[in-house]
């Protein structure tokens, strides 16, 4: 069964970090790119960071850009987000996923799979 499986959410003050990992599993993600999404309440699935195929160009959102930063470990179809100076705006679920767009993509409908997704709260 394909499966991507996020973990690493919780509760931070803001200005604190937090470390999302996604793993996969069922399949080779070697030729797609990895991004995260995130959603909060009323709000529509909003792009946060991609990585291409390669693990050689990251993009991120200028909401994050600073803040947060990408990496992959291809060999282990593993992906990480250190999320550092956290903001309450910053409060949302958090979602993994893989897209067959090998270079990356800011779109979540180019996106073919997808994790549960993890809650991070910031507070105030």
């Known amino acids: 069964q394909v499966r991507l499986v996020e973990s690493g959410g919780g509760l931070v003050q803001a200005g604190g970090s937090l470390r999302l990992d996604c793993e996969a599993s069922?399949?080779?993600?070697?030729?797609?790119?990895m991004g995260w999404f995130r959603q909060a309440p009323g709000k529509e699935r909003e792009f946060v960071a991609t990585i291409d195929w390669s693990a050689v160009t990251t993009t991120y959102a200028d909401s994050v850009k600073g803040r947060f930063a990408l990496s992959r470990d291809s060999a282990k179809d593993a992906m990480t987000l250190q999320m550092n100076s956290l903001k309450p705006e910053d409060t949302a679920v958090y979602y993994c996923g893989a897209s067959r767009y090998a270079g990356g993509s800011v779109y979540p409908q180019e996106y073919d799979y997808w994790g549960q997704g993890t809650q991070v709260t910031v507070s105030s």
């Open positions: 069922g399949r080779s993600f070697s030729l797609y790119s």
